[in-house]
Nanobody, 120 residues
Framework: QVQLVESGGGLVQAGGSLRLSCAAS????????MGWFRQAPGKEREFVAA????????SYADSVKGRFTISRDNAKNTVYLLMNVLKPEDTAVYYC?????????????WGQGTQVTVSS
């Protein structure tokens, strides 16, 4: 198990940017594929982006392609999600996920979430 702590959420106007961070505990961070999911009120949790163990490959939901970028720094045990051109429909709680599997299936370890609110 790995413990995950997200940060960087907040309130931003449409068209703005935010960068989320997810700090992981333990010395095995590089053994996990990492990802971001989000859950809006009244909706199911959905996949946003994922990155392989050493950052060679990434995957994105169609709704965020071209606007969001996932990256990781294995030396800092941290994964990031840079979100540009934010839209009101991006409003959700964003969760960090760590799993040994690829592609990510929404299993493994989760953080507590960070709220992102985009105003129109």
């Amino acid at each position: 198990q790995v413990q995950l702590v997200e940060s960087g959420g907040g309130l931003v106007q449409a068209g703005g940017s935010l960068r989320l961070s997810c700090a992981a505990s333990g010395r095995t961070f590089s053994s996990y594929a990492m990802g971001w999911f989000r859950q809006a009120p009244g909706k199911e949790r959905e996949f946003v982006a994922a990155i392989t163990r050493h950052g060679i490959s990434t995957s994105y939901a169609d709704s965020v392609k071209g606007r969001f970028t996932i990256s990781r720094d294995n030396a800092k045990n941290t994964v990031y999600l840079l979100m540009n051109v934010l839209k009101p429909e991006d409003t959700a709680v964003y969760y960090c996920n760590a799993d040994n599997a690829w592609p990510l299936l929404g299993l493994g370890s989760w953080g507590q979430g960070t709220q992102v609110t985009v105003s129109s």
